[in-house]
T-cell receptor, first 114, second 113 residues
């Protein structure tokens, strides 16, 4: 079965700082990768996804992520964070076959301060 | 609005009681998934239904059960509730097996007192 590790439990950044959240997964086969965001009191929303092709994917709100197959990593980045990016971020992985459900990391809470 | 509807949004109940959480998937989606989100465990997969049939089971307690009806809506039944069952319960749906991602509902916050 697949598993996901998110290295940072809580990250605190000042506005305009750059962001990188780590995500590593464990699975022997081909996977699809996702980052979801959960704003305070809200449901999970898809930020971006990677299925195949260009390993650098761009999502909504200026976020991007890079898939590095050799490192089993899918790190999330944003050049300049805003206060409104304060949220919890979840990395998730599912086998390309879809025969097991989406597995999430434990999440990283991002707090952006003015 | 994601298209996945969950009711109720909040539920407060006493230990030992039984509750039912309801989910209507996004139009056209055949798969429904239930997840439990708690502070210490993160997002834990409970169970999946596909077109009315149970497809996958995760860390779901025996006190919990679910079903998907012919109109594709799903219900999660939680019985003999304990304080530790307090959590956010999310429903998600997908086309087919969901390899291309899920759409999540707003969740039901269950508080057991």
């Amino acid at each position: 079965a697949q598993s996901v590790s998110q290295h940072n439990h809580h990250v605190i950044l000042s506005e305009a700082a750059s962001l990188e959240l780590g995500c590593n997964y464990s699975y022997g086969g081909t996977v699809n990768l996702f980052w979801y965001v959960q704003y305070p009191g809200q449901h999970l929303q898809l930020l971006l996804k990677y299925f195949s092709g260009d390993p650098l994917v761009k999502g909504i709100k200026g976020f991007e992520a890079e898939f590095i197959k050799s490192k089993f990593s899918f790190n999330l980045r944003k050049p300049s964070v805003q206060w409104s990016d304060t949220a919890e971020y979840f990395c998730a992985v599912i086998p390309r076959s879809g025969n097991t459900p989406l597995v999430f990391g434990k999440g990283t809470r991002l707090s952006v301060i003015a | 609005d994601s298209g996945v509807t969950q009711t109720p949004k909040h539920l407060i109940t006493a230990t030992g009681q039984r509750v039912t959480l309801r989910c209507s998937p996004r139009s056209g989606d055949l798969s429904v998934y239930w997840y439990q989100q708690s502070l210490d465990q993160g997002l834990q997969f409970l169970i999946q239904y596909y077109n009315g049939e149970e497809r996958a089971k995760g860390n779901i307690l025996e006190r919990f059960s679910a079903q998907q009806f012919p109109d594709l809506h799903s219900e999660l039944n939680l019985s003999s509730l304990e304080l530790g069952d307090s959590a956010l319960y999310f429903c998600a749906s997908s086309v087919e097996q969901g390899a291309y991602g899920y759409t999540f509902g707003s969740g039901t916050r269950l508080t057991v007192v």
